[in-house]
């Protein structure tokens, strides 16, 4: 956030602990103004929407601190549904920008690594020769690799609101993201093999 952000900013806070029937200090705006520094003031104002939105639901938290804020981001970071299903080509033609060439190059480095370090990582691996114009994909590896694109798409689409964001921050913002698509694909993966174990059993 910029200087010219405070006064919003402030706004926001101070809707936020109204909420929690907190008063607002001066120490207390300071530090969260530097805590939230690295945030764009358009995804604070998200944020704080969630929150409000969370405190219908919720009972009242006895603390509140800056890592609550940013909690609530990663929460916001999480892909849309529609995103973890394959969509239907455009007949007009891919249609993406620089943050999806962007999220593309880095998936690819990311499977890259992730996978000549553990080629099972996403389940069991086809039977097909990999390199071969036959290679078929096993059912868990589609679908790990839809959770994965979902996750790559959400980041594109944070990176679109922050277009000015420095590169650590980009870095920070990808690493959380595939650390949510890989606790996402060991729930996954651990449900499915739980499954046929199950069927066995009955």
């Known amino acids: 956030m910029q200087e010219s952000d405070r006064v919003e900013f402030k706004r926001l806070l101070e809707a936020l602990f109204g909420a929690l029937n907190k008063p607002v200090t001066e120490g207390c705006e300071n530090g969260f103004w530097k805590g939230l520094e ?4 358009p995804m604070f104002g998200r944020c704080v929407e969630f929150l409000l939105q969370e405190l219908e639901q919720k009972e009242t938290p006895r603390g509140f601190s800056v890592s609550d804020v940013w909690a609530a981001r990663r929460k916001l970071k999480a892909p849309a549904q529609t995103y973890l299903h394959q969509q239907p080509e455009s007949p007009e033609g891919w249609k993406g920008d620089r943050w999806d060439i962007q999220a ?5 480095e990311y499977l890259t690594k992730r996978l000549s370090r553990d080629p099972r990582c996403y389940g069991e691996v086809s039977r097909a020769i990999p390199w071969a114009a036959d290679a078929v994909a096993t059912a868990e590896q589609r679908a790990c690799t839809r959770i994965l694109v979902g996750y790559k798409g959400a980041w594109a689409r944070d990176m679109r609101e922050e277009p000015n964001a420095t590169a650590e921050f980009r870095d920070d913002c990808w690493r959380d993201c595939m650390m949510r698509a890989e606790a996402e694909i060991k729930t996954f993966l651990e449900t499915s093999s739980a499954a046929p174990r199950q069927a066995e059993l009955a």
């Open 38 to 41: 690295k945030m764009s003031l």
């Open 104 to 108: 593309n190059m880095r998936l690819l």
